[in-house]
């Protein structure tokens, strides 16, 4: 089974910008749907982006579509998120996960593999 470690989150202000990172291990990209959760304090966990293993097909959440693009590489066997205009309310622990298709990415308890999480704090 996969295993994910995300890394490049951290302390920024509102507007800036952060690009967050997961490596895999344990085996191909290739045959996943991939994708970014977040969770707030006294919060459940959230879909925050998805990407498809083949097609490109996404899902935003709305509370971050314009701003968040997620993208892979399968080749390096790593996924992003890139994250610009960050508000307060996007602060949270991100994490990644994968899981076969077909699927719906707002269902999480659906996805395994994921990682430790990243925390990502945007606050002056």
């Known amino acids: 089974q996969l295993q994910f470690v995300e890394s490049g989150g951290g302390l920024v202000q509102p507007g800036g910008s952060l690009r967050l990172s997961c490596a895999a291990s344990?085996?191909?990209?290739?045959?996943?749907?991939v994708g970014w959760f977040r969770q707030a304090p006294d919060k459940e966990r959230e879909a925050v982006s998805c990407l498809s293993r083949s097609d490109g097909r996404t899902y935003y959440a709305d509370s971050v579509k314009g701003r968040f693009t997620i993208s892979r590489d399968n080749a390096k066997r790593t996924i992003y998120l890139q994250m610009t205009s960050l508000k307060p309310e996007d602060t949270a622990v991100y994490y990644c996960?994968?899981?076969?298709?077909?699927?719906?990415?707002?269902?999480?308890?659906?996805?395994?593999?994921w990682g430790q999480g990243t925390q990502v704090t945007v606050s002056s």
């Open positions: 996960a994968a899981t076969l298709e077909p699927y719906v990415c707002t269902e999480t308890r659906s996805f395994g593999s």
């Open positions: 344990g085996g191909i990209l290739d045959p996943f749907a």
